[in-house]
Nanobody, 115 residues
Framework: QVQLVESGGGLVQPGGSLRLSCAAS????????MGWYRQAPGNGRELVAR???????NTSDSVKGRFTISRDNAKNTVYLQMNNLKPEDTAVYYC?????????WGKGTLVTVSS
């Protein structure tokens, strides 16, 4: 079992930055592929970025060049650095941990990009 707690969301103006954090507990963090997903009102949940156990990353085209995912295995934490935020980035952002058939989710943190 893995428990995930996101933090760092909030209200930011267009062009601003935020860093989301996801703290994991309950199991060996380093063996999980970690990801950030988001869900905007009326939309399905979509992958934002993912980082594997060896540090390889993939990022959705909609945020490429603006968002960066990273992990600190010593702190059991995964981060999402979000720069040059746009109104269309407004969503609830969820942290995900995946290993084989095991799939865990946090409760999400709201990011609102508005002037």
């Amino acid at each position: 079992q893995v428990q995930l707690v996101e933090s760092g969301g909030g209200l930011v103006q267009p062009g601003g930055s935020l860093r989301l954090s996801c703290a994991a507990s309950g199991s060996s963090f380093s063996v999980y592929t970690m990801g950030w997903y988001r869900q905007a009102p009326g939309n399905g949940r979509e992958l934002v970025a993912r980082i594997t156990i060896d540090g390889s990353t993939n990022t959705s085209d909609s945020v490429k060049g603006r968002f960066t995912i990273s992990r600190d295995n010593a702190k059991n934490t995964v981060y999402l650095q979000m720069n040059n935020l746009k109104p269309e980035d407004t969503a609830v952002y969820y942290c995900n941990a995946r290993l084989l058939l095991s799939n865990y989710w946090g409760k999400g943190t709201l990011v609102t990009v508005s002037s």
